[in-house]
């Protein structure tokens, strides 16, 4: 038995975020981690390793559609898929370990096995019971079921599986088209597999503004993705390491089969808080499954929740940015977390990111807004790397000019965006960033000709 100030339960994005920030504000601090390794879904099985996947494989289209155009002659790469997974398991396993080393470096101490609360107030990892003033829930999330689809995480995946799968397979069908099935979509039709993403709603992206999510949706379909849009997945059935997929089409009620070697399930995230004991303290939750929190404290004394197990977006810089606000709250200061400036980025290419309001939110809310609209054919930079077909969208209240939202489809949107994000938090109007001095020849230069088409217009339009 040890006592801390704070103990957090998960070492994902939400707790490592935390427990270093609490240790830096001089609070004796222990995570919970049951993985053997730290870093969470996000590390592990989630954000890092599909990045890596998305870069090898962006690589070989690269080397396949453009190398040849820019006098790079000669065989391209073959694909060796487990020299592939092993470089992936290589930038998962540097980054876990450099998680490890924060934790020594910060003195955070961690607690290896899976905990749960037996009483407030009180942590039970293994046979042990650990004391802390303060208790964090960061368990954060695990894919959705879907009725009628068993997952065997060979023949059909969730994101987990989709990144070991044996061999790559002939055709993948998808189940849902958000970011999950997009990303790990892209990945597969990169690499020569059949990708149909089947999705319930007429639309990719939920929630992503409609004119960026149509055009997401040509330029992915351009690279060989299939979509079958208005359709629900009534079940999946395996045979011999075959599947096939019976949806139902909406509009007609119409069904219809797709046969696959593989199916993706990425139809959503549910919070994970299993086995914590939660129930039994009386810890109010939401009817979605999540924890119950007002500023991140549940309504048991000294028991905290942040991330993917609470309201919100399931992101892991939401997670991370909670993590730190509530590390601060625990030390006395004022801790916040500005909801209304999160970006959302899908790692395709090209990349799509967002901040703020969408155009069909603002109308829904009756604002009046402008738009201000540039398209990267206008950017020598993107030009020259052929990813000329997206375009940066700001939205500005149309009164004050202040800048209400950002959607970016286009080479580098996901780092982009964060000039947006910064303006927006400063208050800043479109004009402002019209008038600061963006270096030539940059990707964005894009964000800057879009904050001018919201005054007097973009120079190279
Ligand atoms: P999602 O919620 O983004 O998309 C799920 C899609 O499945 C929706 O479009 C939904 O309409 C569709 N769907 C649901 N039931 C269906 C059915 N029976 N038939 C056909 N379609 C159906 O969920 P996703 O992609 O699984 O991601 C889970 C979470 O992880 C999300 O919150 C996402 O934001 C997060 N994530 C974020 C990433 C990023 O920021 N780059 C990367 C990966 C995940």
Redesign the pocket.
Known sequence: MANFDVIIIGGGPGGYVCAIRCAQLGLKTAVVEGRETLGGTCLNV??IP?KALLHATHSLHEAEHNFAKMGLKGKSPSVDWDQMKAYKQEVVDGNTKGIEFLFKKNKVTWLKGWGSIPAAGQVKVGDEVHEAKSIVIATG?E??S??GVEVDEKTVVT?TGALTLNKIPKSLVV?????????MGSVYARLGSEVTV????EA????MDAEVARSFQKILAKQGIKFVLG????GVTTKGGKAKVT?KLRKDESEAVLDADCVL?????KPYVDGLGLEALGVEMEKRGQVKTHHFATNVKGLYAIG?AIVG????HKAEDEGMALAEILAGKAGHVNYDVIP????TTPEVASVGKTEEQLKEAGRAYKVGKFSFMGNARAKAIFQAEGFVKILADKETDRILGAHIIGPMAGDLIHEVCVAMEFGASAQDLALTCHAHPTYSEAVREAALACGDGAIHA
Request: proline share 7%.
């Open positions: 989630g954000c599909s999330s894919a959705a879907l009725p994101s189940i849902g088209a958000g970011v999950i099935g997009l990303e089947v999705e319930y709603l990719i992206t939920p929630g359709a629900a997945v009534q949806y399930v990425a139809t959503g995230r993917d977006p399931m992101l892991a959302g980025v899908v790692y």
